[in-house]
């Protein structure tokens, strides 16, 4: 083997390596020890400069017996170990190569959000499909519904025979060779869900006398908050002079899926006359109208019904509300984080889709005309005309509170999330609290509705949080949807004994936040990571098995999956071990003894997880069917 085209550079440094007994990293998946005895080559390739630092690729490894390895991947030399050599320095013909094990991979949880944020297995959002933006590449089918601003028809590509784009298709590999495989649809819904797999929204243009398109895009881009190319549109010179807009970064299972948007010719459909007169250039306006009107398009995938139909229409069952409800809290966390509040959230403007009668939706906040997606919270507040987006029932107190004034702002931050409280009512009985019964600004917090004694106590829980009228109080988004989620963990009897079984108790919630370093500190964070590792297993092996796990509940574990944070899962731990005074009295209140407690009760947890972590495998395969009786109340059943 010539080592002379890889330069006599390269080749030292491959000695350099194996004198030095290095551990060559491969990213992944494996540790590979090279050692001087084995007397391999190692063959790298100069891949580049980045500043000061060279990085070498491994091309090959040659072993003393001729064996030749391809590595999968890129090596990492460690720094450390080349630095002291001052040969390599002095000519300054190599700085060490860069050796950190890259921090993405350092953490158990950030692994485990890698692979369920990035790996299209998990997140059907992944798949991309590009779509015409042109008016006359779709065909309409019947009427949807219709709001102030615009209506809504079912629709599919002209000249596509359904969905033949996999538009709203299958969850994952396996449920998507399920849907090709051309079971034969049990209703007529799903007939049509088929055929027409997208709908259209045809916004209303009541500004007959304006031609261009620039008013079009500044009036209705709003609906386009949830567009992540949004954004795309603007730089082809569209949207005027808002340049402050900035929509959802990226798609995201429980956000409306829009598709595309455009503007084109107005198309009068055959009820346009009878569903929306005024929307129409009809000869009433025959002085101003332009000579081509035009309106905005949005395409978006079809879902089937809206929450405020479907709880009217289904059973109540409280397992399918609380997967319904850490959905919604999914969507909330994913708005906060991006800073946009829909700002519209009542049970019209929450989208399901389902295949089945039976099967658990999959819930999206739709319809953004009202959102604030401007970077931030705040809204000048000078004088009333101000809009402050939907309607009084949907507004939180912080909001119906303010009075317009000079230097008045009010602020949206918490405002969705305060709503997502009425509609888990909604979800869970039936009634928004605050549609007939309640006004949000006067409103005492002791006189809601109790919930349903059924109803999961962390979710009960999580209603009342989601309520506060002080915006302080207020749960946050991401805190209610991991004790939401982490209630929905199926393994075993409970979650609260799973939890305990891997050394999580109400003590060391209480401890978390001052947990950093340390023994106990250490022990904490291994008690977590088992719980998330054996949620994990169950997502993994729920994905490879769709029976036992419905695809709503897979895709919501992935979204959770994708995004833990320790110290949010901390937080929402304590939801399982309520307390009646805060976090903060406990601390205070704790001696050296408890301290004590909680150390011994990990001792003797983990070996105890040890155990219980052994037999638990079986009973992942173990099948728990989730079913649901007359009544609508969820019933579990283990396969015999
Ligand atoms: N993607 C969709 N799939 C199926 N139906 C939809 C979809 N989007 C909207 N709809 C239906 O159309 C109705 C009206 O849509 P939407 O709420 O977006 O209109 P709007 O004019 O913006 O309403 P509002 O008056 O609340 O502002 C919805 O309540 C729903 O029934």
């Known amino acids: 083997m010539s080592m002379k085209r890889f330069g006599k550079a390269a080749y030292r440094i491959a000695n350099e390596v194996l004198a030095r007994n290095t551990i060559i990293r491969l990213w992944w998946p494996r540790i590979f020890p090279i050692s001087h005895n084995l007397g391999a080559h190692v063959v790298l390739r100069n891949a580049g400069n980045a500043g000061r630092q060279t990085t070498f690729r491994l091309t090959k490894l040659i072993a003393r017996n001729g064996r030749i390895f391809r590595p999968f991947s890129s090596i990492l030399i460690e720094k450390n170990r080349l630095a002291n050599n001052k040969n390599l320095l002095k000519h300054r013909k190599f700085h060490p190569v860069f050796a950190k094990r890259p921090a993405k991979y350092a953490d158990f949880l950030a692994r485990i959000r890698k692979l369920f944020g990035e790996n299209a297995r998990y997140n059907e959002d992944l798949r991309a499909a590009e779509m015409p933006r042109r008016i006359d590449e779709y065909e309409f089918g019947e009427f949807l519904g219709q709001g102030c601003n615009a209506a809504v028809y079912e629709a599919k590509l002209a000249g596509e025979n359904g ?90 299972p429980n956000i409306v899926r829009i598709t595309t948007a455009f503007i084109d010719t107005l198309k009068i459909l055959p009820d346009a006359v009878e569903r929306y007169p005024d929307a129409l250039h009809t ?55 991006n800073c946009v509040a829909q700002r519209d959230m009542k049970s ?71 709503a997502a409280g009425g509609l888990s009512y909604e979800i869970l009985t039936r009634t928004n609290p605050f549609y007939k019964q309640f006004d949000a600004e006067t409103y005492n917090e002791q006189e809601l509705p109790i919930l349903p004694k ?32 982490l209630s929905l963990f199926r393994m075993g009897e409970d979650v609260k004994s799973m939890l305990e079984k891997c050394g999580i108790s109400k003590l060391s919630t209480i401890l978390a936040p001052s947990r950093k370093e340390g023994k106990i500190g250490a022990k904490m964070e291994e008690g977590l990571d088992k719980v998330i590792g054996l949620i994990t297993a169950e997502t993994i092996v729920g994905n490879l098995a769709p029976h036992l796990i419905t695809r709503a509940e897979r895709q919501l574990r992935a979204t959770f999956l994708s995004r833990l944070n320790r110290d949010d899962i901390w937080k929402s731990l304590q939801y399982f071990f309520p307390t009646e005074n805060t976090v903060n009295n406990h601390l205070d209140s704790m001696d050296s003894g408890s301290i004590a407690t909680l150390v011994s009760s990990f001792a003797t947890s983990s070996a105890e997880s040890q155990e219980n972590l052994k037999i638990e495998p079986k009973k992942i395969f173990k099948p728990q069917v989730i079913r649901t009786d007359s009544t609508g109340i969820l019933q579990r059943i283990r396969s015999k």
């Not at 999961?456 to 506060?468: G, N, S």
């Open 163 to 252: 969905n033949s784009r996999g538009i709203g298709g299958g969850f994952n590999e396996v449920t998507e060779i399920l849907r090709k495989n051309s079971r034969r649809p049990s209703s007529d819904m799903e007939f049509r869900m088929n055929k027409y797999p997208l709908a259209i929204k045809l916004m209303f243009n009541y500004d007959h006398d304006k031609s261009g398109e620039n008013h079009l895009w500044e009036t209705m881009g709003n609906e386009l908050a949830a567009y992540p190319k949004a954004l795309q549109l603007i730089k082809n010179g569209h949207f005027g002079t808002s340049t402050n807009f900035q929509p959802l970064p990226k798609k995201h």
């Open 454 to 485: 059924r109803v999961h106590f962390v979710a009960r829980q999580v209603v009342e949080d989601l309520l506060k009228r002080e915006k302080k109080q207020r749960i946050r988004p991401n805190i209610a949807a991991n004790a939401l989620n």
């Open 348 to 418: 019209d403007n929450i989208l399901l889709h389902y295949d089945y009668e039976d099967e658990i939706p999959q819930l999206v906040i739709a319809d953004f005309g009202c959102a604030l997606a401007t970077g931030s919270w705040l809204v000048d507040y000078p004088h009333e005309d101000i809009y402050l987006g939907g309607n009084r029932r949907t507004r939180a107190p912080e909001i119906l509170a303010a009075r317009p004034g000079p230097r008045q702002q009010v602020d949206f931050e918490l405002a969705d999330t305060w």
């Open 283 to 337: 000869a009433r306006w025959y002085e101003a109208i332009t000579a081509t009107p035009k309106t905005m398009y949005i395409v978006m995938r079809r879902y089937r019904q809206t929450l405020h139909d479907y709880v009217w229409t289904h059973h109540r069952n409280y397992w399918t509300g609380r997967v319904m409800m850490a959905q919604l809290m999914e969507a909330c966390t994913y708005l906060h984080e």
